[in-house]
């Protein structure tokens, strides 16, 4: 028989199996979720800032970047009993890295690229070691698995820290072909198990979770989403002077954020928790539907924002930005809710999928409508898609989530 490490957390961390409090989402999660909620406002204000190839690429990898803080910090979460003591402080610790990360964002790829890459990584290496000492003394194979990932971040983590520092010497071209390698290495490993050579693959597929917990989990990270929508849409519509275009621009990001919230929560997600409750492979269902198929969702959310913002600013002023942003983010978000529904075994593929078709279909106004028209029409769509989201639902005599 194997001994006891003599190293970790002698008291047990890991969540009781008590179904109330094993899967209770706690109020010091909540308040990790808070640093995100300004992380989102800042990423949604490089999106509006971003004029070509290179300022949409480091975009794209700061959101990527700070879903899979928050996404692994959940993970973690759902394995540990936040009514312990040693981790609440970790929690609060986390959260602390991760406003250094949203405070960081804005000058990522200038001065304070290096900050961004320590905070991070530091997180990522943080959190990854808590969890190894929380589990070894108790559950061995999760010490194992958490051990795996500690070793992708590393190398991840490598690559963002010298990117930082060559960006600081060369430029940013270097530095965003470096993060765009870390980004590639994160997104890789839990596809591969977080496979090692010598030591294999990890046993991820087959984690047990609290099917209830990640969900709700999950699904108060698209309410933040959301949320930062309202707020900068709402800054935007009181610094400036009202308008008929203004007005129908808020009344637009309105409608479309109520939208957004109809197609996810009307009874789509209840379908993940559903799924990973009944399958014996929840670690996998987990990683596909939330992980990979999130990220799409998230982002098309934080795109509407942007384009909401933008809009409102200037509700006649046509650029390539705004138009990608008013048409890219329902379609991206319709596409997200598609393969999550696709995965979980959910209805209403098909409805998800024609609103990105319909989206894609109003392209070739761009050139010749005002933007805050053609905001007008896919906030429609959106409509439309929820509309009829219901209307199949209620037509099979699907009316409650039982």
């Given amino acids: 028989m194997p001994s006891t490490p003599r190293w970790g957390f002698r008291a047990d961390l890991l969540r009781p199996a008590d179904r109330e409090r094993g ?59 936040p009514q312990r003591l040693p981790v609440r402080l970790a929690l609060i610790v986390l959260a602390g890295a991760g ?124 309410i933040i989403a959301i949320g930062e929508g309202f707020l900068v849409s709402g800054f935007a519509f009181v610094e400036n002077e009202s308008s008929l275009e203004r007005n129908a621009a808020i009344a637009s990001a309105f409608v479309a954020a109520g939208a957004m919230w109809w197609l996810y929560f009307d009874h789509g997600e209840w379908w993940g928790e559903r799924r990973m409750s009944r399958d014996a492979r929840a670690g996998a269902i987990a990683r596909a539907a939330y992980a990979y198929a999130h990220l799409p969702i998230i982002a098309g959310i934080v795109l509407v924002g942007a384009a909401d913002k933008t809009i409102i600013a200037h509700p006649d002023e046509r650029t390539a930005i705004a138009v990608a942003a008013v048409l890219g983010g329902p379609a991206l978000f319709l596409l997200g ?6 995965i979980v075994g959910a209805p209403g593929l098909g409805v998800a999928l024609g609103g990105a078709l319909a989206c894609a279909a109003l392209v070739p106004l761009a050139p010749v409508v005002a933007p805050w028209v053609l905001s007008l029409l896919s906030t429609l769509v959106l409509a439309s898609a929820a509309a009829a989201d219901t209307a199949l639902r209620l037509r099979r005599g699907d009316r409650s989530r039982g």
Avoid: C
């Fill in 23 to 81: 899967e209770r989402v706690a109020f010091v999660e909540l308040f990790f979720d808070l640093v995100f909620v300004f992380a989102l406002t800042q990423i949604g204000e490089l999106v509006a800032k971003v004029d070509g190839v290179e300022s949409a690429l480091h975009a794209v990898i700061v959101l990527i970047a700070v879903w899979w803080l928050w996404m692994h910090t959940t993970w973690v979460s759902n394995w540990l009993d």
């Fill in 99 to 222: 406003l250094l990360v949203s405070t960081s964002l804005q000058e990522s790829l200038g001065e304070r690229a290096l900050a961004f890459a320590l905070a991070a990584v530091g997180l990522h290496l943080a959190r990854t070691l808590f969890m190894i000492a929380a589990a070894v003394r108790h559950d061995g194979a999760v010490a194992a698995d958490f051990a795996r990932i500690l070793g992708w971040f590393a190398a991840s983590g490598t690559l963002w820290i010298g990117g930082a520092l060559l960006g600081s010497a060369l430029g940013p071209l270097p530095l965003l072909t470096a993060w765009t390698a870390a980004i590639v290495i994160e997104l890789a490993g839990p596809a591969l198990s977080y496979a090692l050579p010598g030591l294999g693959p990890g046993r991820l597929d087959g984690w047990d979770l609290s099917a209830h917990h990640f969900a709700e989990r999950a699904s108060l990270f698209v």
């Fill in 337 to 342: 809710n598609a393969l999550f529904r696709r």
